[in-house]
């Protein structure tokens, strides 16, 4: 038995040699539900061990060469892949096969594939066109599992997810994972589910250790600090969130002609660049990431050190999903926000949630550097190129210019961008969080 569960004891074998040392709380209440055949929504952030606590279970009930007695589904491609990544070891001991559908690749490969699967992981448009086109029987499917089922609304799959739960038999066993409960999420529960058992744990992100800070920097220079940070903090592993694929791809063509070593993930990428970003990165054969937030849900990503916000997020809730990457498994982890005027709407959305404490910082010292902001991509304030370093020694920004829009503040006001104090204007039941 490991922490009071029962596992098969080929399941059990590959559980410990993957260095699983105890059950996580998503593990210790699901799993035993699982087993019994209940119906069952695990509600817990990323990171909590949701893939074993559906993984294990599910395994248990699969007998090889049956058919497709399985679906997973997943929002993304990296999330297919990293999910049957985790089932295949899982299944170590015991046959299975375990079988990834995902768009932006052939699809025959997958139609041969299908043939002889006993478990399907799949992103939701991809398995429509498999059963448009007759390549996937789920007459058989006894387990359903929807996983980070909030991030597959949110992304406009809730039509396509209920088109083929119709094509499941009803008498099934359904798995429901998610951060968050929807009203979408809510609609599927009421609608498709049976007397499912609720299941709520707490964050694995530890929040005491984690730092969170903001700047305020002129939008010029929001680059020329991002070096700066890089340089001084040093990250063992860090994620630089933007807020397009195309700024991503500004933003990583530009560090990498700073000397700073980086990899890009987003959607507009091809699969193979994608995955081979995520072996690299798994690998520490690069250090950072720069990222669409594609990669800020489901992804395994141990030991990230930092999360920069090149880009603030829309709402609070994008933010938690962001930094949920760091302070995880006692690690501590540090979050740090560029913030410049277009930035400001959105950050105050973020906010909104009291329950985010951010610290403002004062702008460090700091060098120009060239950045080429014309790599498919024309900032709204684009920079003029120039290598000088700034006069007298200071930061520019540091002295914010006359007139200028405060993040904080509905009127004029020259005072300096990085100073610390009260904030004016709208934000003023803010500033106990700042100080």
Known sequence: MISGIRLQPELKKAFLELGFEEMTDIQKKCIPLIQEGRDVIGQSQTGSGKTAAFGFPMLEKVSHNRGIQSLVLVPTRELCEQVTSELRKFSKYKRANIISVYGGVSINPQIENLRYADIVVG??????????????DLSGVRILVLDEADKMFEMGFIDDVKKIISQVPRERQTLLFSATISHQVHDIVQNYMKNPAKIKVQSYVEQEKMSQ?????????????????????????AIIFCATRKRVDVV???????????????????????????????????????????????????NVSHIINYDSPKTSKEYIHRIGRTARAGKEGKVISLISEPDYDNFR??????????????????????????????????????????SGGRSYGHRGRE????????????????????HRGHFRSHNRRFR
Request: positive net charge; glycine residues 8%.
């Open 123 to 136: 992103t939701p448009g991809r398995i429509l066109d498999h059963l448009q086109r007759g390549t996937l």
């Open 403 to 422: 007139g200028e829009r405060k993040p904080y503040s509905t009127h004029r006001d020259s005072r300096s961008e990085g100073e610390s104090g009260s």
């Open 213 to 237: 800070y903001f700047y305020n920097v002129n939008s010029r220079d929001k680059f020329s600090l991002l070096i700066h940070i890089l340089k001084h903090e040093a990250p063992k592993l």
């Open 349 to 390: 959305n973020v906010l909104g949630d009291r329950s985010i404490v951010v610290q403002q910082l004062q702008l460090p010292e700091f060098q120009r550097v060239p950045f080429a902001a014309t790599i498919r991509e024309h900032y709204s304030r684009p920079y003029e190129r120039r290598t000088d370093h700034y």
């Open 252 to 302: 990583g063509t530009n560090l990498n002609k700073n000397g700073i070593r980086c990899l890009s993930l987003h959607g507009g990428l091809s699969q193979s660049r994608r995955k081979k970003s995520m072996e690299m990165f798994h690998k520490n054969e690069a250090r950072i990431l720069v990222a669409s937030d594609v990669a800020a849900r489901g992804l395994d990503i141990k």
